[in-house]
């Protein structure tokens, strides 16, 4: 995992595996919550990344990226494909870690533990309904900061009115809904000027909002789940899965073959 400066007592080391390149930790929502939560009350400055394929691909083009994904503070396997491969790269135990469901156990932690949270991302009536649905779910959750950012980069000001913003709101959780690469691009930027534990949560948002519908439970069990966004978002998904998946699948699978062909020699 990315180096600590203040490691928390009690949180035991997590099993890491680089697919890739990309540094994924084999963790639990029980587990990735219960980090949250110790980091949040102890008030360091540290970021979360929901890692899905896309990920590994845009980690794969840009060395930058790389760098920031590896330096998080946790990386969770959001989708199936990459808790399958930390199994096939020696973690029997790995699971998927969704950013939608983390974001419902994060919450329910912090209601439970009087931890505050804020929302970055989405837009005002996204971020209405879901404060709404959220703290009836979850009663005592408290949310003091909520901002739906403009469909473009924000300016240096706006910027730093959001930091401010988010300071000034006593915010101990912030949970990021602006899309890969954007919203961990944000959060490495983040690092340092905001106390709190930022969570990127992709399109979580819309989901727990209800304003847009995942796919059922059936689908996402045979791992089926970005088949049925990409039916409905061809537009905007299609390069991501159409390309991206099957390169994932050619590039683990070397991986894979050149892990075994060392193995095989040193032996």
């Known amino acids: 995992m990315a180096s600590d400066p203040s490691p928390i007592v009690g949180l035991p080391e997590l099993a890491s595996r680089h697919i890739v390149g990309m540094r994924v930790d084999a963790t639990s929502y029980s587990d990735a919550a219960t980090r949250i939560s110790a980091w949040a009350v102890d008030g360091g400055s540290r970021y979360v990344c929901i890692a899905a394929v896309n990920n590994v691909i845009a980690s794969r ?3 930058a990226f790389r760098r920031l994904m590896n330096d998080a503070d946790l990386v969770t396997p959001d989708g199936k494909p990459l808790a399958w491969a930390l199994r096939l790269l020696g973690v029997p135990a ?4 969704a950013g939608t469901r983390l974001t419902e ?3 329910a932690r912090a209601a439970v533990d009087r931890i505050p949270v804020a929302f970055y991302g989405g837009t005002d009536e996204v971020l209405r309904d879901l404060g709404e649905r959220l703290r009836t779910r979850y ?6 900061y909520a901002e739906a950012p403009p469909f473009r980069a924000p300016s240096p000001e706006e910027d730093q009115e959001t930091v401010s913003g988010i300071v000034a709101s006593g915010a101990r959780i912030v949970l990021v809904g602006i899309g890969a690469p954007k919203q961990e691009q944000w959060m490495a930027r983040r690092r340092g000027e905001l106390p709190c534990v930022m ?3 992709g399109a979580a948002f819309d989901f727990l909002s209800g304003h847009k519908k ?3 439970a059936w689908i996402r069990g045979l791992a089926l789940e970005w088949l049925y966004r990409l039916v409905q978002e061809p537009t905007r998904l299609w390069r991501r899965y159409v390309i991206g998946n099957p ?4 590039l683990f699978a070397m991986q894979l073959l050149r892990g075994r062909s060392r193995a095989a020699r040193a032996a």
């Open 139 to 144: 009663p005592g959750l408290e949310v003091v």
């Open 247 to 250: 390169r994932f699948v050619a």
């Open 214 to 216: 995942r796919a059922p």
């Open 105 to 107: 156990v994060v919450c």
């Open 199 to 201: 969570l990127g949560v």
């Open 61 to 63: 083009d840009d060395a």
């Open 94 to 97: 790995a699971q998927q870690v």
